[in-house]
C-alpha cells in the first residue's frame, strides 16, 4: 500500500491502442488500428486504465508519482488481451477418433452413424457431473490465457434438455467467478441440435416450455449467469420459423441474439438478424447479399470461425464483402469438440491466409470488436483510458509477430485487469 498507481507499462516500442472512443470498427476503419510508439501505460489500484501516452509524455507527467511495479517493456509490444467471440468449451469426451476417420474420407454422416459426432459429445456431457464438468474446463481455460485470451464468449448446448444445459450453464457460471484469468460471457444454446426422439417442432416447444422458463428461474436466483441465446438455424435442424421463435422467446426473458447461421445452407440468417435485432450470427459461409446489407444496416455482427472452414475443408464466408459493405467483423475460435483450437493467434493467421483479411482487420476482428459482439466493447476490446487493463506482451519489437509467428507466437506476458495472469519464464 502506499503506492500512487499499481503498474506502470513502460516504453513499448508498441503500445497498440486498436482505436479511440469507438465502439466497434467497420469497412476501411478496420485497418487503421491506432497504435502509439515507444508507449507508456498507467493503470490503477482497481486494474483500470489511467492513462496512456508516449514514453516521454508519460515520464514528466508522472515524475513525482510511485507505482506499485514498473515493467520495462522496451523492444516489446503490447496488445489488448484477445476476445474469443464464439467457444464451446464445456464438454466431456475428446473426439479424436473423429479427426481419424475424416481425415480418412469419412463424412459427417459416417462419423454420426458410427457413434460420434455431437451425439457423442451430449452422451458424455450427461453422464458427467458439474465438478467433472469444472475440472475439465479450468485446464481449457488456462491454455487460452497462454495464448493471450482474457475474454470469451462460451456456449452451452451439450445437453438439449433443461438439466445438463443448466448443468453446463452452472459450470460456466462457477467458472466466471471463481477463475480470474479468463472472463467468461455465457450463452444458452439449447437449440444446438434436434435430441433423438423428438422432431424439429417438439424440440422447439421444449425449449420454449420448460428450458427458457428453467433458465428464467435460475438466473433470477444468481445460479447462472446467461446474456445471450444461440439456436443452430440449418437445414434439418431448426429452420427459419422454430429459429425466430426460440430467439424471440430469449428476448423476452432479456437475453440478447447471437446465433449459428447460414453455415451449411443459406438459411436467411442475415434477414432473420434484421428483423428481430439480433446482435451477433456466427458462420456465414452461405450468407446471401441481402443478408449482410440487413446485417450492415441492423447493426449484427458477423462472428467468422476460420477454423471451421478449415478442419471441414469448406469454402469460407466472404469476409472481405462483409468488410465492403460495413457489416461489423468479429472472429472466433469454435472451440469444440470437432474443432480443438484454442488459440486466437492462429484463427487470426486463418483469417488472414484463408479469409483474405489484413493483419489490422484481423486484430482489430479479435480485440475492439469480438468484444462489442458479446456486448462487452464499452470495458474490453482496446487500450484506452477507463477500460480494463487486460494485455499481453509480446516479446517483439511489431505486434504483427503475433500473427505471423502463428503457432506459438512469442507471448512473454499476460495481464488481466492489472494483475499477471499468465508469465513464460523462457
Ligand atoms: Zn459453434
Not at 486498436?18 to 502509439?36: A, D, Q, R, T, V
Not at 485470451?149 to 466466471?176: F, H, N, Q, W
Not at 484481423?362 to 477500460?387: D, F, M, P, Q, R
Not at 506482451?393 to 492489472?418: C, Q, R, T
Request: net charge negative; charged share 25%.
Amino acid at each position: 500500500m502506499g503506492f500512487d498507481f499499481k503498474l506502470k507499462i513502460s516504453n513499448a516500442s508498441q503500445l497498440v491502442v486498436i482505436s479511440k472512443g469507438k465502439p466497434f470498427l467497420i469497412g476501411k476503419e478496420m485497418s487503421n488500428i491506432e497504435i502509439i510508439e515507444n508507449g507508456t501505460m498507467i493503470i490503477d489500484e482497481n486494474g483500470i486504465i489511467f492513462d496512456i501516452g508516449t514514453f516521454k509524455e508519460m515520464e514528466e507527467k508522472y515524475k513525482d508519482k510511485s507505482f506499485e511495479k514498473v515493467l520495462d517493456c522496451t523492444g516489446k509490444s503490447v496488445l489488448p488481451g484477445f476476445v474469443d467471440g464464439h467457444t464451446h468449451p464445456v464438454f466431456s469426451g475428446d473426439r479424436v477418433h473423429e479427426f481419424a476417420m475424416k481425415l480418412a474420407g469419412a463424412t459427417y454422416l459416417d462419423v454420426h452413424k458410427a457413434g460420434g459426432g455431437i451425439q457423442f459429445t451430449i452422451s458424455h456431457t450427461k453422464n458427467s457431473t458439474e465438478d467433472e464438468l469444472y475440472q475439465l474446463l479450468i485446464p481449457r481455460l488456462n491454455r487460452m490465457l497462454k495464448n493471450g485470451t482474457t475474454l470469451i464468449e462460451a456456449k452451452s448446448g451439450y445437453g438439449l434438455e433443461t438439466e445438463t444445459e443448466m448443468k453446463m450453464l452452472k459450470v460456466l457460471d462457477r467458472a466466471s467467478k471463481q477463475f480470474q484469468g479468463v472472463e467468461i460471457v455465457s450463452t444458452y444454446l439449447g437449440g444446438h441440435a434436434i435430441p433423438k426422439g423428438m422432431n424439429a417442432s417438439e424440440a422447439t416447444d421444449d425449449i420454449i416450455n420448460k428450458q427458457i422458463p428453467e433458465l428464467k428461474r435460475l438466473k433470477d436466483a444468481g445460479e447462472i449467469s446467461p446474456a445471450n441465446i444461440d439456436v443452430f438455424l440449418e437445414k434439418g435442424f431448426f429452420e427459419y420459423e422454430d429459429t425466430k421463435r426460440i430467439l424471440q422467446a430469449g428476448k423476452d426473458i432479456g437475453l440478447e441474439c447471437n446465433f449459428h447461421g447460414d453455415e451449411l445452407s443459406y438459411m436467411k440468417s442475415g434477414e432473420l438478424a434484421g428483423e428481430l435485432g439480433c446482435r451477433a450470427i456466427s458462420h456465414l459461409e452461405k450468407v446471401s447479399e441481402d443478408g449482410m446489407k440487413a446485417m450492415a444496416a441492423t447493426p449484427t455482427f458477423a462472428v467468422l470461425l476460420p477454423t471451421t472452414a478449415y478442419i471441414l475443408r469448406l469454402e469460407c464466408p466472404p469476409a472481405r464483402r462483409m468488410i465492403e459493405l460495413g457489416v461489423p467483423v468479429a472472429l472466433g475460435s469454435d472451440f469444440n469438440p470437432n474443432a480443438h483450437c484454442l488459440s486466437m493467434p492462429f484463427v487470426m493467421n486463418l483469417a488472414c491466409v484463408l479469409m483474405k483479411m489484413n493483419m489490422n482487420e484481423s486484430l482489430v476482428a479479435a480485440t475492439l470488436n469480438a468484444a462489442a459482439s458479446i456486448n462487452k466493447s464499452s470495458t474490453h476490446g482496446s487500450l484506452e483510458v477507463g477500460k480494463f487493463a487486460d494485455f499481453v506482451i509480446l516479446s517483439a519489437d511489431k505486434w504483427e509477430h503475433i500473427i505471423y509467428e502463428m503457432v506459438d507466437p512469442p507471448i512473454s506476458h499476460v495481464f488481466k485487469k492489472g494483475n499477471l495472469v499468465f508469465s513464460n519464464n523462457n
